[in-house]
């Protein structure tokens, strides 16, 4: 019964059509905070319409200016899939109509293109719901993805009793100019966030810098040389990273308040490489092993020490590996929460990450805190899309942490 | 007669090449035996031990060094005065010592019977001081006309303290209190089965999401690129930062997501996400896939994208729907890449520690194993009892690495 054209094409078609009032309705009220909602049952009303015509009379440009135009007139006399209350403005309620028709007209036509009115294969069966299923899953991925960061930015650019009024009001005074950045640059000029910023970096900088000098050797010694003992040592690289942060963080709290080691630079430059280094050593010695062996041993022949032949040979073959591991090791030292909160107490060396958990607090309002966090979110952002393929690169190469 | 054959043993060159090879690896087994080795070790030691967070300050001698009375001509008797204290209130300090130089001019008239003076330099021995013991030493000096002209006031010399007192950490008091203690009372089940909830929902959750999230990008068309590191953002961005901005969509009071709810009509009141009791729980396991889908995601992709296309177009001309393309050829290629990750990820899950403590800080039933250690040690203050959670964490991690190396390392290669 499900398998025929003029019963699948209106279900599928209904289905979308809630999806993405659904969507519309979501988006209109983030970006403008005024009522919007899906109306379930007109929706799956005219998705079933509009899919029973477009089965019915196969593909043509006139049907769906049709159909476009049909889901706008409705969308504008309140009847279409998106409702709207009695205080939405009459743009925004245009705004949301014209949305609506256009994504749905736009994007019914692959989704019901294969379909006949009458009995369906199996194949195109599957092929018209697997569309409908990616549609909504393009959209369901955007979604979680986008909303916390959006509502993050946001958030810092307004205030927060605009926002306790209307929660989903995140539309902003462009006209303020300057005024809008005021949370960015009172936490500079008050809450010392360009000392955060400095020490961050710096801090991962040598952290990378540290955790490439300990695992660049190690790595090649387990990838190339032969000894008693490196299966159990390969294998027993990943168990170090089993063992829990928290565990270890007790003992270092402990050693390091009784040492006087706590609340310095120089304590966490220790601390932060010891937890890369494993990570480090498993990526590289994979791909250390992966380099032709003939390119080494000719070197060797030609009389080249061990040493000379790891800096001579190996390490400019393996730039790309090297460029992965230090971005995902500066991601680790940049992101690290747990060791810079239980060692940092003083506010000129916190890290970016205790400057953020230092203004979660009533006193401080939640648009700083907002802000800190996209003052820490922007250039790990920035450094990742920038170098995107060495980064995945290194994920999956490094199997990897969480 | 000569045997041939091959050379029996370690030569010369096999020894030269293992001896550079733990050259290579010493200082990285030095820095993660000292980081990680000596910790855990350290952990059982404390575990056994009555220590709360107070007793890391050690107790020592507090002095303060003045002078009284006046000392501005040739003649005068002042006082130089020695105040001390022990700044614990709780324990003992024994062999109290100080000692310390005073100045040229200064001639001492008379000696407490417990110092002595040789040359300018007076030591005392004060003996055994018990908890919150004070002291106040003065020694009457005459001054003379070297002093007034040298201009060294007794203070400017520091004196030097010197006392023994017990470390609750290195004395031989040992103690199955912690965990007793851990064990006891039924929040120790309950945190159990928390932690189990949150590391199985958790890890299954971010392997469907991912492998949904998976084939959804699983062919190229314009953007993949971008959809790709887009759908990586959380796995990317700062924990604390994500995990404030969901407390913050999650508001009940005025948080977006409690407005869109209530505006779409599924509910009447606002739910406050991050404080009920089943839901939190649910909430945190769920900020857990969102965050971590994005791993699974590329693992399981880079798998699917080295799967031979031709087999599936042997399976499109054998008449294969795509559902059975899916669950007969893609399945059973993924399973190796699966395995391997549910077990990484029920780990690392198991450890997680940071997610749960900024979004709830243990509360509303979210304790997990990991931030009992926090709460025990830092939040009660007992670091005893933390460590003792903290080796019921190792034990069990300690069985999951025999199914790690038993299986993991297999699939690996390793």
């Not at chain 1, 929460?337 to 506010?347: G, N, T, V, Y």
């Not at chain 2, 020894?15 to 690896?25: D, F, H, M, P, T």
């Not at chain 2, 001509?73 to 700044?87: C, E, K």
């Not at chain 2, 393309?325 to 699966?338: E, K, T």
Request: neutral net charge.
């Amino acid at each position: 019964m499900m398998r025929r054209g003029f019963v699948i094409g209106p279900v599928l078609s209904a289905v979308w059509m809630v999806v993405l009032s659904v969507t519309v309705a979501v988006c209109m009220s983030f970006a403008t905070g005024e009522p919007f909602r899906p109306g379930i049952i007109l929706s799956l009303l005219w998705g079933a319409v509009a899919g029973l015509i477009s089965v019915y009379f196969g593909w043509s440009k006139v049907l769906y200016f049709g159909i476009a135009a049909g889901l706008c007139i409705l969308g504008f006399i309140g009847l279409g899939p998106v409702l709207v209350g009695p205080e939405t403005g009459l743009i925004s309620r245009a705004v949301g109509a014209v949305a609506l028709a256009a994504a749905f007209s736009a994007s019914i036509r692959p989704i019901l293109c294969d379909l006949v009115l009458g009995r369906l294969t199996r194949h195109e069966f599957e092929t018209a719901v697997i569309r409908c299923l990616t549609g909504i899953g393009y959209i369901f991925f955007s979604a979680i993805v986008l909303i916390p960061f959006y509502v993050m930015v946001m958030t810092s650019l307004k205030n927060q009793s605009e926002l306790m009024q209307n929660p989903l009001d995140f539309s902003i005074d462009i006209s303020q100019g300057a005024e809008l950045f005021r949370s960015y640059e009172e936490l500079f000029s008050q809450f010392n966030f360009g000392t955060y910023l400095f020490n961050s970096f710096t801090i991962s900088v040598f952290t990378v810098f540290i955790t490439l000098a300990f695992a660049i050797p190690g790595a090649y010694a387990v990838a190339r040389l032969r000894f008693r003992g490196r299966a159990a040592f390969s294998r027993s690289i990943l168990l170090i990273y089993m063992v829990p942060m928290i565990v270890l963080a007790l003992p270092i709290y402990i050693a390091f308040s009784m040492t006087g080691l706590r609340n310095s630079f120089w304590g966490i430059v220790m601390i932060y490489p010891v937890t890369t280094i494993p990570v480090a050593l498993y990526m590289l010695q994979g791909y250390f092993r992966g380099l032709p062996a003939e390119v080494e041993e000719a070197g060797l022949m030609d009389g080249l020490s061990r040493l000379a032949v790891i800096w001579k040979i190996t390490l400019p073959l393996s730039l790309p590996a090297l460029a992965s591991v230090s971005l995902y090791v500066f991601m680790i030292a940049w992101n690290e929460f747990l060791l810079a909160f239980m060692l940092l107490d003083d506010p000129t060396k916190f890290t970016l990450t205790r400057g953020i958990a230092s203004l979660n607090s009533s006193e401080i309002p939640r648009q700083h805190l907002m802000a800190g966090s996209v003052v820490a979110t922007v250039p790990i952002m920035a450094l990742f899309l920038g170098l995107e393929r060495f980064m995945t690169n290194g994920l999956t190469a490094g199997s990897v942490k969480g | 007669m000569h045997q041939l054959g091959p050379p029996i043993g370690t030569g010369p060159l096999a020894k030269r090449e293992a001896r550079l090879a733990w050259g290579l690896l010493f200082p990285t087994i030095f820095a993660v035996s000292t980081v990680v080795l000596l910790p855990l070790l350290a952990i059982f030691w404390i575990s056994f031990k009555p220590v709360e967070l107070a007793d890391l300050r050690a107790p020592e001698v507090v002095l303060r060094e003045d002078i009284r009375g006046d000392a501005d001509h040739v003649g005068a008797t002042p006082l130089i005065r020695y105040r001390l204290r022990n700044s614990s209130q709780e324990q003992p300090i024994h062999d109290v010592t100080f000692s310390d130089r005073i100045p040229e001019g200064l001639s001492v008239l008379e000696l407490d019977p417990r110092c002595r003076v040789s040359d300018r330099d007076l030591t005392c021995d004060l003996g055994d001081w018990d908890a919150g013991a004070r002291e106040t030493l003065t020694i009457p000096v005459e001054v003379q006309q070297t002093y007034l002209t040298n201009g060294l006031r007794p203070q400017d010399s520091p004196a030097v303290t010197t006392g023994v007192s017990s470390n609750v950490l290195t004395n031989a008091t040992f103690t199955f209190e912690n965990f007793t203690r851990v064990f006891n009372g039924g929040e120790f089940l309950e945190v159990l089965w928390v932690t189990l909830f949150y590391t199985v929902f958790g890890t299954v959750g971010t392997l469907v999401v991912g492998l949904f999230a998976a084939l959804l990008l699983n062919k190229s068309f314009k953007g993949q690129g971008i959809l790709r590191g887009l759908y990586l953002f959380p796995y990317v961005a700062p924990v604390i930062a994500v995990a404030f901005a969901w407390l913050i969509l999650f508001d009940p009071f005025s948080g977006s997501a409690n407005a869109l709810l209530m505006q779409m009509g599924v509910t009447q009141q606002s739910i406050n996400f991050f404080g009920e009791r089943p839901l939190a729980l649910i909430m945190v396991t769920v900020f857990e896939i969102w965050r971590y889908f994005p791993l699974s995601f590329l693992f399981i992709l880079a798998r699917m994208q080295s799967i031979d296309t031709d087999m599936y177009e042997a399976a499109d001309m054998d008449g294969a729907s795509p559902f059975q393309q899916f669950w007969y050829l893609s399945v059973p290629q993924l399973l190796g890449i699966l395995s391997v990750l549910f077990l990484l990820r029920f780990i690392w899950t198991f450890n997680k520690f940071d997610d749960i403590f900024l979004l709830t800080g243990g509360n509303a039933g979210t304790r997990t194993l990991t931030v009992d250690v926090y709460e025990q040690a830092f939040a009660i203050s007992n670091l005893g009892a933390g460590a003792a959670v903290a080796v019921v964490i190792f034990g069990c991690l300690l069985t999951f690495s025999i199914f790690f190396l038993k299986y993991v390392s297999r699939e690996e290669g390793l």
